[in-house]
Structure formats: structure tokens, C-alpha cells
């Protein structure tokens, strides 16, 4: 019996939002949304936003045009763990750059 290849073998790592919502308090309202590749999950954010409970959470494990602070662009291999996190928070937009520094 040959050992399997890298790309031959099946990934068992694979991101699930059933396993992920298992593991979050019960009170929890946002919704998990698992991509296994999107152009960036900001992107897919500010589409939902307005109508997104708070808390949505996107992930995905791989970006085909991932942007981090200040809209620098990033690689995003597949992989990793790629993630949005919508907040409906009363914050003065001044402050809002603390969410980000927090993370």
C-alpha cells in the first residue's frame, strides 16, 4: 500500500459552522457563515451588514482578495482561517479603530 500524497490525501480540518455553534453560549445570536473560498470576507460583510445580526461571523479558508487594516492587501492561501466579525455597537466612529487594534 503506497502512503498518500500532500493533495491526495482528504482534508479533515475542514471549517464547520454546525462544530462552531456547538461550542458558543446559547445565547448567542449571530450567525456563523463558513465559505471554503471568497474574495475577501469584509467584503461579503458590508453586504450583509444592515441586515446581519450582531455577532455574524464569516470565515473562510481562503481569500482571493484579502485586505487588512488601512486596505493593504494580503495572501490568503487556502489553509488558513479568514474571518469578519459584524458588531452593532454605539461607538463614536473615532473609537471604532479600537475594535480593530483590540484583534
Not at 1 to 24: F, P, Q, R
Amino acid at each position: 500500500m503506497k502512503n498518500a500524497t500532500a493533495s491526495e490525501k482528504k482534508n479533515t480540518n475542514i471549517l464547520s459552522a454546525d462544530a462552531i455553534k456547538s461550542l458558543l453560549p446559547e445565547d448567542f445570536s449571530g450567525d456563523i457563515i463558513v465559505l471554503e473560498t471568497t474574495e475577501s470576507t469584509n467584503l461579503d460583510a458590508a453586504k450583509i451588514v444592515k441586515t446581519a445580526p450582531h455577532g455574524t461571523t464569516i470565515l473562510a479558508d481562503a481569500q482571493t482578495a484579502g485586505r487588512g487594516r488601512l486596505g493593504r492587501s494580503f495572501f490568503a492561501p487556502s489553509g488558513g482561517i479568514y474571518m469578519s466579525v459584524i458588531l452593532h455597537l454605539n461607538l463614536a466612529f473615532s473609537d471604532a479603530v479600537l475594535i480593530t487594534t483590540a484583534a
